[in-house]
Every structure is written in C-alpha cells, then in structure tokens.
C-alpha cells in the first residue's frame, strides 16, 4: 500500500468525530500520516433555504428519512480517483467481524455514510452502491458511533499504527475464540490469588493454561465462536 489509508466520513454532527479522531492511537495514527480522515458536513449539500436533508417517509409512517440527494452529492463531490469502498452503517447490514475489518484495511479509500433519523433512503445503497455495514444489533440514534468503531478497528491493522508495547492481540478474534485472561499485580487482591502457575516462571505450564483458560472462556460466553468454524 502506497500512502495513508483514506476515510471520508459524511455525518450531519461532524463534532462528534472531534476528540475520538484526536486522542491516543487514532489521534497518533493520523498525526503520523498513516490514516486520513476527512469529515465531510452533509449539511453542506442541502441547498434549499432550511438546508433540509431528511423528508416524511413515502407511504406514511413515523419519523423522517434522509433525502438522497445530498448525501449523493456529498459522495459525487469527494475529490480523488481510485477504488473506493462507499459503506453505510446500519443494522440492517453486514455484521463487522474482524474477516470484515482485515478486508477493510486492505482498501486504500473508504466512504463511510452515518444515518440520522428513522432511516435513509433506500436509493443510497442501490444507487451509490453503498454495502451497509453493522457492528451489532441494536439501534442507534445514528451511524457517527458504529463509523468510528470500524475506522478504530480498521486503522489498527495499518502497519505503524500499533506498537509493539501495544500489541496487536493475540488471537483474540483472529478465529481462534477470545484471549485468556490478564492478571497483574498484587498477585493478591481482596481475597483472590493470581493462579499460581502464572507466578511459577514455567513458559510451558503458562502457555498450556492460558489456552485451557482461553478455550474454557469462549466455551462459556462465546459458544457462537467455536461453532462458527
Ligand atoms: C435502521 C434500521 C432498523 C432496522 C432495519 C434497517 C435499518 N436501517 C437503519 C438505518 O439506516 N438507520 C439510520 C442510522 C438512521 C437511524 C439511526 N441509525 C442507526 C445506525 N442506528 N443504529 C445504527 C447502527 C449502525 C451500525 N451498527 C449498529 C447500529
């Protein structure tokens, strides 16, 4: 890959990138030169004289939808050539797993659309060819927190962005189900001891537990994991 990982995010509340995108690793990431965020103000492409960008849903119904042709303008306007991956988030999309992200960060450029309201219009994935993304089920007010979880998880995998004191996690959702669990010091708090093999200097009774520990752990929250495969 030649140059930094591109990301034009397009959100009516473009302040809520502010401080995510400026703090530790995605604030490092970015000074760094190794990602490149633009947040783009759909508002800006709302031309009449309330800057309207949502109308009533057609058929009837509650609430608002997003109106198409701001957020294909905000798109057509992006200047630049090259692939382009244009994903919308919703929940009504593809659940982001780390297969999904590992993909993502192979693409030098990502249009990332945050929805607003009860929803956007359907034209935006048929005619931007725009793939929805979801990172879970469950509803939110709107796509600004689920583009910054994918942008986290996707800047990550750039080479240079995570160090080495940092590590990259070990099989922790590479497939292998989750990570064991961490101890520190004291190796006694309230009561409960560190299990004692991790204090017994012996690597290969260490690595032996924490992958009984590991395989135990996803047994019991995860089975979804183990089962997938
Ligand atoms: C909401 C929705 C609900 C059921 C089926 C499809 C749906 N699409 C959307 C949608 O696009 N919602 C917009 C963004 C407008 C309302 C607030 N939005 C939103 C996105 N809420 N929750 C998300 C989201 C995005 C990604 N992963 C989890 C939740």
């Not at 192979?106 to 929803?119: F, H, K, N, T």
Request: negative net charge; contains cysteine.
């Amino acid at each position: 890959m030649t140059g930094p990982v591109r990301v034009d995010v397009i959100t009516l509340f473009p302040g809520i990138f502010e401080s995510p995108l400026r703090e530790s690793l995605l604030g490092r990431a970015i000074e760094r030169g190794l990602l490149d965020v633009r947040v783009r103000d759909l508002r800006t492409h709302a031309h009449d004289r309330h800057r309207t960008t949502d109308d009533a849903p057609f058929g009837g119904g509650p609430g608002m939808v997003m109106k198409p042709e701001p957020i294909f303008e905000a798109v057509e306007a992006l200047e630049g050539d090259g692939r382009r991956r244009v994903i919308l988030l919703s929940p009504a999309g593809r659940r982001l797993d780390q297969r999904l992200v590992r993909e993502l960060a192979e693409e030098p450029w990502l249009v990332l659309i945050c929805g607003r309201y009860e929803g956007v219009d359907e034209r935006v994935a048929d005619g931007l060819g725009a793939e929805e993304v979801s990172i879970g089920d469950f509803v939110l007010s709107g796509g600004e927190i689920p583009a910054l979880a994918l942008i986290e998880a996707v800047s990550r995998l750039i080479p240079g962005v995570v160090g080495n004191e940092e590590s990259l996690g070990p099989e922790s959702f590479s497939g292998d189900g989750l990570d064991h669990p961490h101890y520190t010091r004291p190796s006694e708090f309230r009561g409960m001891r560190v299990p004692e093999v991790l204090l017994s200097g012996d690597h290969a009774r260490i690595a032996e537990w924490r992958a009984a520990a590991a395989a135990d752990k996803t047994r019991r929250n995860r089975p979804d994991l183990l089962d997938e495969r």
